[in-house]
């Protein structure tokens, strides 16, 4: 189909210019149109591909995982069993480790972020304090996650021993639901921070500038004008860091204590999708194999469902 | 000018002919791929270097863990597979099922320590009693009478056992439960031997491998749990003496837990050695396997890559086996390595035997 559209070109450029009427512009025009075509057909093609990936990705996900889904069906989401002895699984544990984990984290995050993209996105605009902070911040972001687990690991874990007595929480070891969950937080915070200042930088200054000649103050400002202008970007930014830390494994193996139960605490030890996933599938087959591969579309879903949530909130906030 | 395009011409094809020369009275390398168990890997990987540099034969192994070089061996991708455990008397029937025979030979023995972290203590005893109560949650405290009765000597604090554990499925794991199965009725009952388990412990802590077991018994006053021997020596990790079959407290070594397989073992060498009858043997020690098929005209392999697989394999059993203590693993015994050499006489290449 493109050889016969370029071949239409040709020729009707070849007949313009035999013919006296055409000239180099036109031509130079068609050509670009040519590549224009191209151009946009490979973008087209690129994009499909990515289409492709993921729901190909889904259905190897359940295809490999139906001996699982054939002989647990629905239980699978609604027990708390992980029994290797008689070959018995159920998902319910690592959901709500995962959930857990990740919305706590983002609970912990969200004051920090936030006012990391106020600060820098109204109070501290620029300067080496601003560009000092702003760096730091990014930094968080490029940290590979078995550091912080380390980090975790050897710091964390009994600084939150000694909390944990503190709070009369007897026989913690230290990890659990809350190491990870502030681990995490720090690990997302650069996302929700940097997404946040700058979608708090587009606010129109036109706005601002209006609201303070009006003699609003700078708190007014930012409560009234910047916030509720930029919140749905700012909630985005939450959405994308929730995501990551949904999927984190690495830090959070070596942090949550790896029980498969539901976690009964702050305090309590868990595990979460993504980490018994990786613990296990090594040395796993057959209908623990497949288990294991119905986790991993659990965790699809899950991420696939948190953003579908987030962007319908998205839309609610920015019609009104 | 000529003269010297002649000459380097003359050169090159004098050389060439030198070469052809030396290949065709040389045997041609071979490369050998084997999977599977990841705790004789970096044996395996010095093993096989050395090898190569003997023989110029390269020995490719992948450490993707027991079950998938099972896995790999049975589907033929590989020439040999490492397993920490041995193929179960089903497994086998089914192999022979699909007309094929496979036959284990023993590398190495590993053993697994009890290690534990009490501030001020190095040096415990345990009975098998002791460890499989903690382990099945009957002994909570450091001070159980069940502990104290065997460490007179020591001030055992009433701290709370923190039992730590492997979170990812490994022959570690299966070497301590098989232990466990071994001098507890009531674990082989309700728990057995596997390469995951559901502790029934309250509040166990699980680590990532060797590295994340020993990181967290370090990190908890209070903890105990199994590692392999090297992890222990290695971090300065104290651990447990046990009281074998025999009644005599051991130490884990390399020498104890090579005495662990003075005893008699079967001619294929499909034995547990855990819980010896050997009065000085350690008791939680493991062989762990490289295995093969029996015939190996299989995937286009000529008689000359077999020849070089069984020449590799016993080897490994033979002079490769000086590498093995500097790296931490327990040699296999003089008698094991002869009945070993048995079994490498059974392969053949079409039916036709290929070591004398």
Wanted: aromatic share 10%; proline share 3%; charged share 15%.
């Amino acid at each position: 189909m493109v050889k016969h559209f370029l071949n239409k070109l040709r020729k009707g450029s070849a007949d313009t210019i035999k013919e006296g009427k055409g000239d180099i512009i036109s031509f130079s025009l068609k050509k670009d149109r040519i590549l224009d075509y191209i151009f946009n057909k490979i973008l087209l093609l690129s994009a499909l591909c990515i289409v492709l990936f993921v729901v190909g990705m889904l259905i190897t996900l359940i295809a490999a995982s139906s001996e699982s889904i054939k002989q647990f069906g629905l239980k699978f989401f609604v027990t708390n069993i992980w029994d290797y002895k008689n070959n018995i699984y159920g998902s319910l544990a690592f959901m709500t480790g995962t959930l857990a984990t990740s919305f706590i984290a983002l609970l912990i995050s969200l004051p920090f972020s936030f006012s990391i993209s106020i600060l820098l996105g109204v109070y501290l605009r620029e300067g080496f304090l601003s560009n000092f902070i702003k760096v730091t911040t990014e930094l968080l972001a490029g940290i590979p996650s078995v550091i912080y687990g380390f980090w975790g690991f050897f710091f964390m874990g009994p600084i939150m021993r000694s909390v944990a007595v503190f709070f009369g929480v007897e026989g913690s070891s230290g990890y659990g639901i809350i190491t990870s969950s502030i681990i995490l937080a720090i690990m997302i915070i650069p996302y929700t921070a940097s997404i946040g200042r700058e979608v708090i930088e587009l606010v129109p200054g036109n706005l601002v500038e209006g609201a303070y000649s009006l003699g609003a103050t700078r708190f007014e400002v930012v409560t009234k004008i910047v916030v509720p202008f930029a919140f749905s970007g700012i909630f985005a930014g939450v959405i994308l860091s929730l995501g990551r830390a949904l999927g984190e494994t690495m830090a959070v193996t070596m942090l949550i204590g790896n029980t498969n139960d539901i976690p009964k605490g702050l305090f309590s030890t868990g595990n979460t999708i993504a980490s018994v996933i990786a613990n296990e599938f090594n040395e796993a087959s057959g209908v623990k194999m497949a288990s294991l591969i119905e986790l991993g579309f659990v965790l699809m879903a899950i991420t696939l469902v948190v953003n579908f949530i987030g962007k319908y909130i998205i839309k609610k906030m920015s019609m009104e | 000018m000529k003269k010297f395009l002649v000459l380097c011409s003359v050169v090159i094809s004098v050389l060439v002919v030198l070469l052809n020369g030396c290949k065709s009275t040389k045997s041609e390398p071979v490369e050998i791929l084997g999977a599977g168990a990841t705790f004789p890997a970096p044996l395996y990987n010095k093993m096989f270097d050395e090898y190569y540099n003997l023989t110029k034969n390269k020995v490719n192994y992948q450490a993707i863990g027991s079950g998938g070089g099972i896995k790999q061996y049975k589907e033929k991708t590989v020439d040999f597979g490492g397993t920490d455990a041995y193929l179960s008397d089903k497994e086998i029937a089914d192999i022979l099922a699909v007309g094929d025979s496979v036959l284990h030979v023993p590398t190495c023995i590993g053993a697994v320590v009890v290690a534990f972290n009490l501030p001020g203590i190095t040096k415990i005893k345990l009975s098998p009693e002791a460890v499989s109560g903690i382990f099945l949650g009957t002994i909570t405290k450091w001070d159980d009478a069940l502990i104290v009765a065997d460490n007179k000597d020591v001030t055992l604090p009433a701290m709370d056992i923190k039992l730590v554990t492997r979170s990812d499925s490994s022959g570690t794991t299966f070497v301590f439960t098989d232990y466990l199965a071994q001098v507890s009725k009531e674990w082989s009952e309700k728990f057995g031997a596997d390469k995951s388990i559901n502790w029934p412990a309250k509040g166990v802590l699980s680590g990532k491998g060797n590295p994340g077991v020993a990181g967290l018994i370090t990190q908890m006053p209070g903890s105990l749990g199994y590692i392999e021997l090297s992890y222990a020596t290695q971090n300065g990790i104290s651990y447990a003496a046990l009281k074998n079959k025999s009644g005599n407290f051991i130490e884990p070594t390399l020498g104890s837990a090579s005495k662990a397989a003075a005893g008699s073992i079967p001619a294929d060498t499909r034995i547990s050695l855990v819980d010896s009858d050997v009065s000085d043997a350690y008791s939680i020690a493991s062989f762990t396997w490289l295995i093969f098929n029996k015939e190996l005209n299989y995937g286009g392999r000529t008689e000359h890559q077999a020849k070089e697989i069984v020449k590799m394999l016993q080897w490994v059993i033979t002079d490769g086996q000086q590498y093995n203590e500097a790296l931490d693993y327990a040699k296999i015994p003089e008698a094991t390595v002869v009945t070993a050499k048995e079994i490498l006489k059974q392969v053949t290449y079409n039916g036709k035997t290929l070591s004398k």
